[in-house]
Every structure is written in structure tokens, then in C-alpha cells.
């Protein structure tokens, strides 16, 4: 773990908005800006309720966003970029919705490729439009992030962008956009949420500075997911996961994710399960792996989220457990389609996301790996 006085670059929006009923921001902020041109990157359901967004010009809306999305989406969304000659991007939706309006907004009009923007500060600036995020469920935090994240269809494998490129020049969280967001997907989006905080308070990178969010973006999980699950229109629930989902995004820039993160992605890529659904279902088996290696944290995540364990390990995983089977996610791999022939394959792809594990409080070997998967079959 770094210390108090190890440096970090805190990343943020240049704005941000919170708030029940304020989505008609970010039209007000599009025509102060003189933004007449406009690209709504959004899923088929959010296109249909764009009107909320009070946006005026002429507006493109791509409603074509996939779950997961791969590259062959991404160009899909580039060509309608180009076509628009927008002047701002909108990401309207999860995260896939907000991850490819990142992409877009910095390929558009660029002589780079996606496979030449892989990893870390290779994008070339500045980018020629404006990018706006508008988060319709709480669980990504991907308003608030420099990382963009697509499924390369050959290897199955996710690249993922990172840039100061990416940062959206405003961000507008309005909770009543998550009100129609299922019970299922709020409880899996919701531990997401949860994941980006908890990975991050117990990563190797863990900072001070950063622990404030992650612990506080637990709590709010622990405090509202069950509510918002139980009542979709709980304002009170829908907003403390909305916040603890940005606190997340916090997260992700200075500290990022670790090992739950690296595992739940081939379950993503490969078999095509909802990016929370997989976090939820890797959590209290990463958790409880990690406990030796921080237990204080651990300890300090479980009395966040209201349930109590000991340091010992099979505590710890049951109560983590606990806490994502009450709120109604699947929790055996078995149950998603996900075959046994396929965990050694998962295990290689898992083992491979070495940006990922090499944050990891205790390491995970390959063996370690293929152990949890074949628990959690």
C-alpha cells in the first residue's frame, strides 16, 4: 500500500451537476456553449427518452449501443460521428453508452486508430469536440473516468484506452434517469459500484486521498442498494447509488480496479453476462482471497456495507456472499451458461489482464484463479 505522502493525480470533470430532475442541464449547457451540432450516443431504451436531455440544434441520436461493446460497434458509432460533424458528444446511458461516446469523441476527425490508442496516454490532443456524460443507470461511474473499455471480437479480450483526452467536460447525474432501471439490473449495477469502491480501498495503489471515496461509496451501497432494489422509485435510494456509483469513478483514475475486476471480465467477453451480474458473483470470492493480505480494510468493507464478519476468511465470504445473494443476483456460474470446459480458458484470459492483477492486495496465481472459478461454478 502507498503512504500519505506518495504523490496521485486526482481526475475530475471540469463540471459536474447531481442532482433529482436537473437532466435538462445539460441542454442549457450545450446552447450556452453555442453547441448546434450534436451526437447522442445512447441504447435503443434511453433513445427513446432523449427529449429529457432539453437539447436544441440539430441532434443526431445513435441508438445502437450494445451491452459489452465490441470494436465492430465502436465503428459503427465513429461513422455516425463523422456523419453528424458534431461539435459535442453525448453519452447517454451505462457504460457502454458513455465508454464509445469517449472513443468517439477523441477518434472523430483523428488519423488514429483504436488499436493505436490501447493502454495508457496515447491519445493525441487535443480532441476536436465537446463530450458530455449522462449516466442512466448507477453503477459504471464511467461519467466521471478517462477509461474507455471495448471487446476486441478475435481475442476476446477487452482494450481498454486511457486519456486525459477522455475526461468529459461535463458530467450530469440525475438519479430519476435510474427509476426505470429494473430490480436485477439495479442490484448488479449497484455492486459494481460497490466493486470499483472496494477494490480500490484495498488495492496495492490504495491512496488516503482516495480511501475517503471508496469507503463512502461502499456505505452508500450498503445503506440504499436494498431499498432501490426493493422500491425502483425510492428518490433517497436512487441518489446514493447515483453518488456512490460517481464515487466510484473517482476511483478508477489515480487507483483503478483489481483482481474481481480482472476475473469478472471473461465472463463478459466470453459469455456475454452483464458487466455488474459478473462483478457481483466474483466479489466475496475475491474479498475473502484478499483478507489476509488487508484485513483491517476488509474489515472496515464489511462494516460498511452493515454486515458483520471476522477476519476469518470463510466469514468474510459469507457474508459478502450474503450481502449480493439477499439482493436476488445469481451467484453460481453454472446458472449463467457458463460451461466447466470453459474455466481454464477463462482462467488464461483472467490471468492475462495484468494491469489489473498487478494492483492486487495478494497476488493471484493462475491456479488461484481457476480455484475461484471452479468455486463459484
Known sequence: MVSLDSPITIIRPHLIEFGVGIAERIGKWANDKGYSRILVISDAFNAKRVDALGLKGDVTVFADVTPEP??????????????????LIVGFGGGSAMDLAKLAAVLTGSSQTLHEV??????????????AQVPTTAGTGSEAGIRALVTDPNTMAK???????MLAD??????SLTFTVPARTTAATGV????????????RKAHPMIDLYAIEGTRLVGKYLARAVEDGSDAEARAGLSLASL???????????????????PLGTRWHVAHGAANALIFPHVLAFNTPSAPDKTQAVMDALG????DDVQSVFEAAYGFCADLGIEMKLSALGVPDSDLDAMADDAFAIRRLLDNNPRDLSRADIRSIYEAAF
Open 70 to 87: 465490441d470494436a465492430a460497434n465502436l465503428d459503427k458509432v465513429l461513422e455516425a460521428a463523422n456523419a453528424a460533424d458534431a461539435q
Open 118 to 131: 490501447v493502454g495508457p496516454n496515447k491519445v493525441h490532443g487535443p480532441r476536436r469536440v465537446a463530450l
Open 159 to 165: 482494450l481498454a484506452v486511457e486519456s486525459m483526452h
Open 170 to 175: 461535463i458530467a450530469v447525474i440525475d438519479p
Open 192 to 203: 459494481d459500484a460497490m466493486a470499483h469502491c472496494v477494490e480500490a480501498y484495498t488495492n
Open 247 to 265: 464515487y466510484g469513478g473517482f476511483c478508477l483514475g489515480p487507483v483503478n480496479t483489481a483482481g474481481g475486476h480482472a476475473l469478472a471480465y
Open 307 to 310: 454486515r458483520k464478519a471476522s
